[in-house]
């Protein structure tokens, strides 16, 4: 018997032959350009998946299906990064450690005021994180970008005040 692969718009997949009431077996990964391959089904609507194991009395016709990548915006905040990763949807992304000179990375967080750390965890939809810095030089977190910063001395501590905001060294 002959099955034949519908690569649906990936990379040619040349025809297999299996005995009838044998399994698959191995099956091929077709590569599509911005696709992430799902795997194969017997029918274009994608509602039976087959495998390794699925065991055949005929000839058929497998149909690839492909899914968008799910992507990660990185703002690193003046570090250096990749600006996004792709990854396929509902998978755990493996996010960067960005670089800056004169600061130590404290992690990513999933809003812009660095006040909600991002947590590793599958994601189906886009998403942006911000990249949280200690300022090694000054001992103090940089929360945002701010357009003027005053700088003063209270009890022996830096003070370092922000837009009606205080931050303390640390």
């Not at 297999?16 to 274009?44: D, Q, S």
């Not at 999933?110 to 000054?138: G, P």
């Amino acid at each position: 018997n002959v099955v034949k692969y519908n690569p649906v718009g990936g990379s040619s997949v040349a025809p297999g032959v299996i005995k009838n009431g044998k399994v698959v077996g191995e099956l091929p990964v077709p590569v599509k350009e911005g696709k992430f391959f799902e795997g194969w089904y017997t029918e274009a609507s994608y509602t039976n998946a087959v495998d390794a194991s699925t065991v055949y009395d005929g000839d058929a016709t497998l149909f690839a299906k492909w899914s968008d990548p799910v992507v990660a915006t990185l703002n690193a905040k003046g570090g250096a990064c990749a600006p996004s990763v792709s990854f396929k949807s509902n998978t755990v992304p493996e996010i960067p450690t960005p670089t800056k000179e004169g600061f130590t990375f404290l992690g990513w967080c999933t809003d812009s005021e660095l006040t909600t750390a991002y947590v590793d965890a599958a994601a189906t939809a886009n998403f942006t994180l911000y990249a949280k810095w200690f300022d090694n030089a000054n001992n103090f977190i940089i929360l945002e970008n701010c357009f003027f910063w005053f700088h003063y001395i209270c009890k022996g501590r830096k003070i370092r005040t922000c837009c009606n905001r205080t931050y303390k060294a640390h």
